[in-house]
């Protein structure tokens, strides 16, 4: 079972319009409603392939309700954790051109007591068996940076990996204090992590070494359009494909995580599937999570030892 935490759980809600006037009353095409936050989309993508897992969050008020009973009509197994703030909705725009515009909602403070509860509910699924954790997202007012490296602290204790996707200060707390399996920056995170531009392979490879030799195991890095770069003891791998026209981008990263711990293997399968579920989640609306249908393993081109001097931009 993989438990998935998402401190800062969302609605999110997605609308299509042909184009943006920004300063205008504009008219959507479609809307969509999901369940959202990172951990929370790591989950649903696992589910729809059969993958045993369960989502942790902090759940208040009808929007909170409301998001648990759209995880339970999706068949994602959930631990709320009841607080006393609201659940966020959090706003994607999509447009005809493939451009998404995002607007993310702080989400409701948490006070201490509500933040050990959120811990001791991650604890309790260990304790039931849980085999890995995925910890994801920003983290709401009133939650210390220094959260996620809990969160290692108590995998640690149980024997349990822990994997974390979140960004700036709560991402280079956790690094400093090492002890994670895997991390999955974007390529744009890793370089606010490591402080400098990354404009070639060599750059991304150079800042995930850093991050390992901070004591995490493997990194992740996705590169949007240019597929996702992996980083182990073992060595390093590219994978990408073909260009296509993305629907929605928003929970690819999500997806991409999920694809690469939905089963165990050798680093290069397991980036394949990474990036296949990654592809095939922005070409779905919103943030609907890939079904095995929508994934296609054989377009993904995997490559060891990718060449360092190769500029991001030409992958
Ligand atoms: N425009 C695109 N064309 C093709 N594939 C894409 C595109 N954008 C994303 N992907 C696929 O999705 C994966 C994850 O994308 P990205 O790096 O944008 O994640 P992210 O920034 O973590 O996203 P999010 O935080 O919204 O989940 C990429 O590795 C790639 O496989
Ligand atoms: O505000 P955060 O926690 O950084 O990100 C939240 C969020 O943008 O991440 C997911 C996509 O990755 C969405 O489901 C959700 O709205």
Excluded at 26 to 49: D, E, F, Q, Y
Excluded at 92 to 106: D, F
Excluded at 195 to 219: I, Q, S
């Amino acid at each position: 079972m993989i438990v998935t935490l998402t401190p800062n759980p969302s609605l999110d809600r997605a609308l299509h319009l042909d184009r943006l006037v920004p300063g205008e009353v504009n008219r959507a095409a479609a809307t969509h409603l999901h369940p959202g936050g990172k951990g929370i989309n790591v989950s649903r993508a696992l589910a729809c392939h059969g993958v045993p897992t369960r989502a942790v969050l902090p759940s208040g008020g009808p929007d909170g309700d409301r998001l648990v009973a759209l995880l339970a009509a999706q068949d994602v197994l959930a631990r709320p954790v009841p607080v006393a703030g609201g659940t966020r909705s959090n706003v994607t725009l999509t447009e005809s051109s493939g451009a998404t515009t995002k607007i993310n909602a702080p989400g409701p403070a948490l006070s201490l007591a509500e933040v050990d509860a959120l811990l001791d509910a991650v604890a309790g699924e260990l304790d039931a068996g849980a085999t890995a954790v995925v910890a994801a997202g920003s983290l709401p007012a009133g939650v210390d940076d220094a959260f996620f490296t809990r969160v290692a602290d108590l995998g640690a204790r149980h024997g349990v990996p822990v994997v974390l996707d979140t960004s700036g200060a709560p991402l280079a707390a956790a690094v400093r204090h090492g002890g994670l399996a895997l991390v999955k920056p974007n390529d744009e995170e890793l370089a606010e992590l490591v402080g400098r531009d990354l404009t070639t392979v060599g750059d991304v490879l150079a800042a995930a070494a850093e991050v390992r030799a901070a004591g995490t195991a493997a990194v992740l890095v996705s590169l949007g359009a240019h597929g996702a770069l992996l980083a182990t003891a073992a060595g390093s791998w590219w994978a990408g494909g073909p260009a296509l026209v993305p629907v929605s981008t928003v929970g690819a990263g999500d997806s991409t995580l999920a694809g690469y711990l939905a089963a165990p293997g050798e680093p290069a399968d397991r980036l394949r599937r990474a990036v296949a579920w990654g592809r095939a989640a922005v070409l779905l609306p919103g943030t609907a999570a890939p079904r095995p249908s929508d994934v296609h393993l054989s377009e993904v081109t995997v490559v060891a030892e990718p060449d360092p001097s190769l500029a991001l931009k030409e992958l």
